[in-house]
């Protein structure tokens, strides 16, 4: 099957998560696999949130891909979101980029080596849940000792030249702040804000934001090489900055309990990326300190993770990148956080490399071309060729 009807149908399966259903997008993923004569096992999660592993002791590799996407609401596309129209050298829809685009290529890849009478030397894995933190995927996958270390390429979109080889960390913070109620003609005289307390935090994080953090050589080339790719990608004024400097987005501010009253609750979701160099612990003591009236209720902490350049898996990505590409191929880290993360701590090597229009991820008009998908299907089956041959 043709790798941009493979995407087409999987965007047409609504996997938005929240709420998170993948059972019919992993059937079809199943079903698919079946057909070509490799067989699966289904991991349900719950009765809703499916994942799909495609296991081979034997091999040391595994292609993997998420399937569920971020939710995306009719209005102003072009196409309808779970159309998968295929149309202008595109497919269209939510999750044509992130990431059904990359989990058609590996099928795809997989297909015709099969055709090719070739044995298939790679794992494969499908997972629910990557875009709320993978609980329900790759985490309860690895819970289950499901899946087991080796080098592992997920099928993330990445700049076409540029595989992905670390990812900054990630601090999720949920902050409860308490104030003193007053009568809001009196305030500031009378009453503390609690809201006012928020907001205060929330400047201050703008100091965080603008501190430099020391690394080896080593990483600083590849960060600074990082940081070129992503400024050629978004074309935004001041984005060279963000793979060195913290980044913070409060994402949920919500608090008070009338206009007249002098706030006495507010509740602030902080999402923070940490650069290499940063220490958490540290970080988060700072955070306290100037949030006095602040309790942090939950918190979800990830260190920057990072794969060895050196190791195979990269040399290889990279050689067959420039096969399809030509041009200059090098790895790359990462703004975002992925399920990599998860399989680092396990003593995964991971890589990431897919295809996709980085620009639209999330977005309106998600959409993906169908020379991409097919390129990323060639490097995968390039790939799959040289662990063969190992």
């Known amino acids: ?61 595994l292609l993997m891909g998420h399937v569920d996407v971020v939710p995306a609401r009719d209005e102003t596309w072009t196409h309808p979101p779970f159309s998968g129209h295929i149309e202008g050298g595109f497919v269209w829809g939510r999750g044509a980029t992130d990431m059904k685009g990359g989990c058609a290529a590996i099928l795809a890849a997989c297909e015709a080596r099969v055709n090719q009478g070739m044995e298939l030397p790679a794992s494969l894995a ?16 690895l819970s289950k000792k499901a899946l087991h270390p080796c080098d592992c390429l997920i099928a993330e979109p990445t700049p076409t030249r540029h595989p992905t080889i670390g990812q900054k960390g990630l601090s999720r913070l949920d902050v409860r702040f308490s104030g003193t109620p ?54 935004i004024e001041g984005v060279r900055d963000i793979l060195k400097r913290l980044t913070f987005n409060p994402g949920i501010i919500h608090g008070g309990e009338k206009s007249n009253v002098v706030a006495q609750h507010c509740d602030l979701e902080l999402e923070m990326r940490i650069p290499w160099g940063c220490d958490i612990t540290k970080l988060l003591s700072r955070i306290r300190e100037h949030a006095p009236r602040g309790t942090v209720v939950s918190a979800e902490t990830n260190e920057p993770s990072f794969t060895d350049p050196s190791c195979p898996l990269v040399s290889i990505t990279c050689s067959e990148i420039a096969k399809v590409y030509g041009g200059k191929t090098f790895p790359i880290v990462q703004w975002a956080a992925s399920d990599a993360r998860h399989l680092r701590l396990k003593g995964f090597r991971v890589i990431e490399y897919g295809p996709g229009e980085i620009s639209l991820l999330h977005a309106v008009d998600e959409r993906v071309t169908v020379d991409a998908l097919e390129k990323a299907s060639l490097i995968y089956q390039g790939i799959l060729k040289r662990y063969a041959e190992n």
Not at 21 to 29: D, F, G, N, Q, S
Not at 45 to 61: M, R
Not at 126 to 141: A, N, P, S
């Open 126 to 141: 499908f997972v629910c849940d990557e875009e709320t933190g993978g609980k329900q995927g790759t985490r309860y996958l």
């Open 182 to 235: 007053g009568h809001g003609s009196l305030y500031p005289a009378v009453g503390v804000s609690a809201i006012v307390e928020a907001m205060d935090l929330i400047g201050y994080m703008k100091t965080e934001s603008a501190a430099s953090y020391p690394v080896d050589e080593n990483l600083q080339e590849i960060i600074e090489a990082s940081s070129g790719v992503l400024s050629q990608e978004f074309h």
């Open 1 to 61: 099957m043709q790798v941009n009807r493979i995407c087409s149908d999987l965007v047409a399966i609504n996997s938005e998560n929240p709420p998170g259903a993948t059972a019919e997008v992993i059937e079809y993923i199943r079903v698919f696999l079946e057909g070509i004569g490799i067989r699966s096992q289904v991991f349900e999660a719950s009765k809703d949130e499916h994942n799909l592993i495609a296991e081979d002791p034997s091999t040391s590799l």
